[in-house]
């Protein structure tokens, strides 16, 4: 996997200049299977100032790797037993229930400090965030919080659902209406690209900065910062009816050649490709034939010349022919889960480190 870091700059920039306010990083799920860590320091070297990651362990190694000067918060929020070590570290959660604020209550009453704290407060998703039945509750206890930002996130804002966007925004804006005055972050990559009304004061796109397209059914305004090749390590003749891999769901209909490709799900490429997908060599596509095993996945490569698919040569599985959009919808899934996979299963590479475009 082949990851150009001048293509994550140029998307963050892009989607900076969109906005009017702040545009936050999120590195997530490993930069969405790019390499948190490389790309956050890419994205530092370009200005950005805010970060958030999953995971209070991925803020910690962020927290190492960018020094002291951005602000860095969790947006699964930081348990009891962390928030000790997070307050050390300047980690910012993100309030997600009524008990998380109640500890960060009896941790600023212990260090006669305000927290800082990003406080999230439900419009749709039912998933994290404060209910609106707490706000009763919350109200006084977030004398305790210096609050960076009332956030919210989109239910259906992917599936261009403006109405239900413009319907959370309106129960943010109620909802904080009486609490202390900050900031508003709502908008997600989708809702970047739906309109301003939408974006709030911090603008939190994830998966567009890492070249995922913004919006399902339109045309990917984004870069794709990856490219992953696969070798060849091996070239088989079949006869017609000669079976390959596990349990022969596929059949020579003649004779065939075959390049047996060093990748599988163990890398990423998913099992459902099996008999489905396709890789590209020198722009022609060969379409995988039989189970894509563990490691290992073999392609048609008959119409194609020998010049162009031999032991050595590189498949592409995802790049300038292949889109994050094409492998995803090929597996039925989207294109989060696909790169992820992806990336977490093979070695990266890195280009452009030290670019500042």
Not at 70 to 78: M, N
Not at 93 to 120: G, M
Not at 180 to 208: M, Q, T, W, Y
């Amino acid at each position: 996997m082949l990851v150009d870091l001048a293509a994550i700059q140029r998307n963050f920039r892009k989607l900076a200049q969109i906005t009017s306010g702040t545009c936050a990083a999120i590195v997530k799920g490993d930069g969405y299977g790019h390499g948190m860590r490389e790309a956050s320091r890419a994205l530092q070297s370009i200005g950005a100032e805010l970060f958030f990651s999953a995971r209070f362990e991925d803020a910690l190694t962020l927290r190492a790797d960018l020094g002291a000067g951005p602000r860095i918060a969790v947006l699964d929020g930081v348990s009891p037993a962390d928030m000790v070590e997070a307050r050390a570290r300047d980690i910012i959660p993100v309030v997600n229930s009524l008990e998380h604020l109640q500890v960060i209550s009896a941790v600023a009453k212990q260090t006669a400090q305000r927290v800082p704290a990003f406080i999230h407060l439900d419009t749709a998703m039912n998933r994290l965030g404060l209910a609106s039945e707490d706000d009763e509750y919350a109200e006084p206890l977030l004398a305790s919080c210096r609050v960076q930002a009332y956030m919210t996130h989109f239910a259906s804002a992917d599936d261009v659902d403006i109405d239900l966007c413009r319907r959370q925004v309106s129960r943010l804006t109620e909802r904080a209406q009486p609490l202390p005055r900050a900031p508003f972050s709502i908008a997600n990559s989708c809702g970047v690209f739906l309109g301003s009304e939408l974006h709030g004061d911090i603008i939190r796109p994830g998966k567009s900065t890492f070249g995922i397209s913004p919006l399902a059914d339109a045309d990917n305004p984004m870069e794709q910062p990856a490219t992953i090749l696969a070798p060849v390590v091996q070239i088989r003749t079949l006869k017609k009816g000669d079976p390959v891999g596990y349990s022969c769901t596929w059949h020579a209909p003649e004779p065939r050649r075959i390049a047996i490709l060093a990748i599988g799900y163990a890398n990423g490429f998913m099992r459902d490709n099996s008999n489905k997908g396709s890789v590209v060599f020198c722009g022609q596509r060969a379409p995988v034939v039989g189970r894509v095993s563990m490691d290992l996945t073999a392609v048609d490569i008959s119409a194609l010349p020998e010049t162009g698919a031999h032991v050595g040569a590189a498949a592409e599985i995802v790049g300038s022919t292949i889109t994050y959009r094409e492998v995803a919808e090929t597996i039925g899934t989207n294109e989060h889960e696909a790169i992820i996979a992806l990336g977490r299963g093979c070695k990266r590479f890195f280009v452009n480190r030290g670019a500042n475009v």
